[in-house]
């Protein structure tokens, strides 16, 4: 089963080609994806590579981690699953300004509603 691994401390130049061929040092790469800005299109110095199996990503966080690229340092670990995110953006949730019926977070009224 492939492993999929977090790679930090990219320099921002780099692209997912360069990233393969690195990591192939390790055994053989299944697939690179280096995160981009959505807004600007540059990179946000990070992102994840997917070995075979867990033999060669063990094998690549060891002879990986910590090394130099471009100037930069590599961090070199294992992926965490992707959490969940919550909706809303920019502060998210239901916790906007506005008056509502029901107080607020410190507990007393605001508005005229009712209880």
Do not use: C, W
Request: proline share 3%.
């Amino acid at each position: 089963m492939a492993k999929r691994l977090f790679v930090g401390g990219l320099p921002f130049s780099s692209n997912e080609d360069e990233l393969k061929t690195l990591f192939a040092q390790a055994g053989e790469v299944v697939s690179v994806a280096i995160i981009m800005d959505k807004f600007t299109g540059q990179s946000k110095g990070f992102g994840f590579v997917e070995m075979t199996t867990e033999e060669e990503a063990k094998k690549a966080i060891e002879t990986l981690n910590g090394t130099d690229l471009g100037g930069r340092k590599l961090i070199v670990a294992e992926a965490r699953p992707m959490e969940e995110r919550k909706p809303g953006g920019f502060g998210g949730g239901n916790r906007g300004g506005g008056y509502n019926d029901r107080g607020n977070d410190r507990g007393y009224n605001r508005g005229g509603g009712h209880y």
